[in-house]
């Protein structure tokens, strides 16, 4: 596809549920990154891919949260027993490697009621 | 470990004037420095980039400065346009080489008015 794409747009579920957020990178793209961004603050950093292991785990904030890739194609972040604190919105990032640049998804809104 | 202080948090200028945003990072390994701008309900989308081998980086009314040894860099936008208001995020990051991994800052919110 053209740019990273991620789905769903927004999620709204109730506490205590799992949930499944989904980023199709960039064709090509072997880095794969998870960011959360909570309103008004900067993006925090959750996870890295390397192809399809994950060198970079440190800002997973719980064993709540875990993320999977297939191969240097799709991610999954999953986030089980959902908090409120959870609510926030998920950027997924591709990056060529041996290239700086990183491009973002347009994210996904996830609303814990 | 890894920080990055931004400053200010929110900037109001008026249109034509130049606007300018600051950041301190705390890993003296960083070596890359994004900018990336967010309007509102959309992506980040990369602005400019500067890496630590060069002091200073221009495009057309966007520049970048580094000071490496303070550990400082700076945006700087001149003659600026209503349609520059957004969201400015700095980050640093110890390049493609290491894992790439960026560490923002907390944004600063730029609102041009005509």
């Known amino acids: 596809g053209a740019g990273v794409s991620q789905s769903p747009s927004n999620k709204v579920t109730e506490k205590g549920k799992d949930v499944e957020l989904r980023c199709d990178p960039i064709?090509?793209?072997?880095?794969l990154y998870w960011y959360r961004q909570r309103l008004g603050q900067g993006l925090e950093f959750l996870i890295y891919f390397q192809g399809n292991s994950a060198p970079d785990k440190s800002g997973l904030p719980s064993d709540r949260f875990s993320a999977e890739r297939t191969g240097e194609s799709v991610s999954t972040l999953t986030i089980q027993r959902t908090q409120q604190e959870d609510s926030a919105v998920y950027l997924c990032?591709?990056?060529?490697?041996?290239?700086?640049?990183?491009?973002f998804g347009q994210g996904t809104r996830l609303t814990v009621v | 470990g890894e920080n990055v202080e931004q400053h200010p948090s929110t900037l109001s200028v008026q249109e034509g004037d130049s606007a300018v945003i600051k950041c301190t990072y705390s890993?003296?390994?960083?070596?890359?420095f994004p900018w990336y701008k967010q309007e509102l309900g959309k992506r980040p989308q990369l602005i400019i980039d500067i890496r630590s081998n060069v002091g200073e980086k221009k495009d057309q009314r966007i520049a970048v400065t580094l000071n490496k040894t303070a550990k400082h860099f700076s945006l700087h936008i001149t003659e600026t346009q209503p349609e520059d208001s957004a969201v400015y995020f700095c980050?640093?990051?110890?390049?493609?080489?290491?894992?790439?991994?960026?560490?923002f800052g907390q944004g600063t919110t730029l609102q041009v008015k005509p």
């Open positions: 890993d003296s390994a960083s070596n890359y």
């Open positions: 990032a591709s990056r060529r490697i041996g290239e700086t640049e990183a491009f």
């Open positions: 980050a640093a990051s110890k390049g493609s080489s290491n894992t790439g991994k960026l560490i």
């Open positions: 064709s090509g793209h072997t880095a």
